[in-house]
């Protein structure tokens, strides 16, 4: 079994019911014990269980009792497939993903309005009117646009509590560093100094600290072969290997 972070609504209802009604938050706090034990008894049956990173595999050893072995996910995105251009000024600072509360990007406006200085970009479905002038929301965007977006940032930047996170490595396929929450998954995906650089805590003024001391200048082609290490044929032979030590 391949696990990409237990049931978030299950062990991390705090994260999940952030922006959920509260007749949500009823029926799942009355429907949890049985879908806990439901759950557990599953996990124990699969004869292999395999996490994806090492955030994740705690996770799995604190639900389950169950000590996994840790394969990170591959990039999806080719970086070598065609680019669209958006209209937006290259240079910006870079945010990816759904509008989701433990996703982080309402702490990331807040702290650009205290940055005029610099520019922030947001994907992803958002209905948001009042946002600062330094920032900038684009909606979905197709695959050859976000290409296009991840090559012309200054960086991917990201507070989401990630048991993985896959936006770091798609940026980094392109030779763009990410700068993101020093938590979870972002601290097996990133190299400090080498494919990106962390913020320390979820909060505005660390935020703005981390932003502002943000190195300008990166090797992009070092960036580009540290996403090498978590391609789709490295993805694969780790799989072989894992379910053949299970298959003897």
């Not at 090492?54 to 604190?62: F, I």
């Not at 001391?213 to 993805?235: G, L, Q, V, Y």
Request: aromatic share 8%.
């Amino acid at each position: 079994m391949y696990c990409h972070n237990p049931a978030r609504w299950l062990y991390q209802r705090e994260d999940y019911v952030l922006d959920q009604s509260r007749l949500v938050r009823v029926a799942l706090s009355v429907l949890r014990p049985f879908l806990l034990f439901w759950d557990r008894r599953s996990a124990r049956s699969a004869d292999l269980y395999i996490a994806n990173s090492s955030s994740v595999a705690a996770r799995v050893k604190e639900a389950y009792g169950i000590t996994p072995q840790v394969i990170h996910p591959p990039v999806a995105i080719d970086p070598s497939g065609e680019r669209q251009a958006v209209a937006v000024e290259p240079g910006y600072f870079l945010s990816v993903g759904r509008a989701r509360g433990y996703k982080g990007a309402d702490l990331l406006v807040s702290a650009f309005r205290n940055l005029p200085s610099h520019r922030l970009v947001l994907v992803g479905a958002r209905s948001d009117t009042d946002l600062p002038a330094n920032v900038e929301a684009v909606g979905r965007v197709s695959e050859a646009e976000l290409r296009w977006l991840y090559a012309n940032a200054r960086a991917l930047v990201s507070v989401s509590h990630e048991d993985f996170g896959l936006t770091p490595i798609e940026a980094n396929s392109l030779g763009t560093p990410a700068l993101l929450l020093r938590s979870g998954g972002f601290l097996d995906s990133t190299a400090e100094g080498v494919s990106g650089s962390f913020i320390d805590q979820p909060t505005v003024e660390s935020i703005v600290d981390a932003v502002e001391s943000f190195p300008e200048t990166w090797d992009h082609e070092e960036i580009k072969r540290h996403a090498e290490k978590f391609s789709p044929e490295s993805f694969a032979e780790q799989i072989k290997a894992a379910v053949a030590s299970v298959a003897r």
